[in-house]
């Protein structure tokens, strides 16, 4: 395995951000990134690990957020000794500096991606930064987050969908946002399993509609998208956050090669109405 480059997001494969949701313990997610990035190799997909130290924005003051920043960047650095790419993500600005030193990508959380001084920080410190949009902000409007980061000088951006809130506790997905975001100029990953998240839906936890992860993972990557964000768990109705809206851990195989060929078809379809390329005249 190598470190995850910026023009991984440009190739004409789709980019994997994937793992659990919150660090349970070091062994779980040793055993998670071991598994999914066994599979991601196997449909040819660029893996990056993706993991929380800390869940700040959990909806219940009692509920499970992690092990916090210390022990979570240790158990991140022994992740990428291994050879893994990381992304994770900070939800202080001061978080930013500590959190680059053991990641390859800075994760903005959606609710978080309007702080003016978070952007900025993450973008000074080089490394690629993944902006999750809001769910109360428009497509068109995540551009000015991205402007944020890059006032640094770093262009390495990347943009996030995770669905817009649609009424009460319920998210829905406008596959025109897709192209608008990508209209910035930079890649665009479709994040299927918080579009799936029903905010505060259960009580003191969020619910979930897993049985869509999939049909709006195929819709974005026939729309067009440089990578797929999805939590994935071996247990998920004993996760300890978001188990509810997570693919389970025997669904991915399956999952991630209807998704290459999805992606494949459209690059060929692209292709074949190229002007000039080949085929009839």
């Given at each position: 395995m190598s470190s995850i480059r910026f023009a991984d997001f440009g190739g004409p494969g789709l980019v994997l951000m994937a793992g659990p949701c919150v660090i349970e313990s070091e062994e779980h997610v040793h055993k998670l990134g071991a598994a999914i990035s066994k599979i991601a190799a196997a449909e040819g997909f660029t893996y990056v690990f993706k993991a929380s130290f800390d869940k700040a924005n959990r909806t219940s003051v009692g509920n499970f957020r992690g092990p916090g920043l210390q022990e979570g960047l240790r158990i991140l650095a022994d992740m990428k000794s291994e050879g893994y790419s990381v992304v994770t993500d900070i939800h202080e600005a001061s978080q930013a500096a500590p959190v680059a030193e053991v990641v390859d990508i800075l994760q903005i959380p959606a609710f978080l991606c309007r702080q003016t001084d978070l952007l900025v920080e993450a973008g000074?410190?080089?490394?690629?930064?993944?902006?999750?949009?809001?769910?109360?902000?428009?497509?068109?409007?995540?551009?000015?987050?991205?402007?944020?980061v890059a006032s640094t000088?770093?262009?390495?951006?990347?943009?996030?969908?995770?669905?817009?809130?649609?009424?009460?506790?319920?998210?829905v997905v406008d596959m025109r946002g897709l192209r608008i975001m990508a209209e910035t100029g930079y890649p665009v990953v479709f994040d299927a399993t918080h579009s799936v998240q029903i905010p505060s839906g259960a009580g003191g936890v969020s619910g979930g509609q897993p049985k869509f992860i999939e049909p709006l993972a195929s819709a974005a990557v026939a729309v067009g998208v440089n990578g797929i964000f999805v939590e994935v768990h071996d247990d998920p109705a004993n996760a300890l956050s978001d188990g509810a809206n997570a693919l389970h851990l025997d669904l991915l195989p399956g999952f991630l090669r209807r998704l290459r060929l999805l992606n494949e078809a459209r690059l060929a379809a692209?292709?074949?109405?190229?002007?000039?390329?080949?085929g009839a005249s």
């Open positions: 000074k410190t080089g490394r690629i930064v993944n902006v999750k949009k809001g769910q109360f902000v428009a497509p068109h409007d995540i551009r000015h987050a991205a402007d944020k000088g770093n262009s390495q951006i990347v943009l996030t969908e995770r669905g817009s809130s649609f009424g009460y506790n319920n998210l692209e292709s074949s109405s190229t002007p000039g390329a080949g």
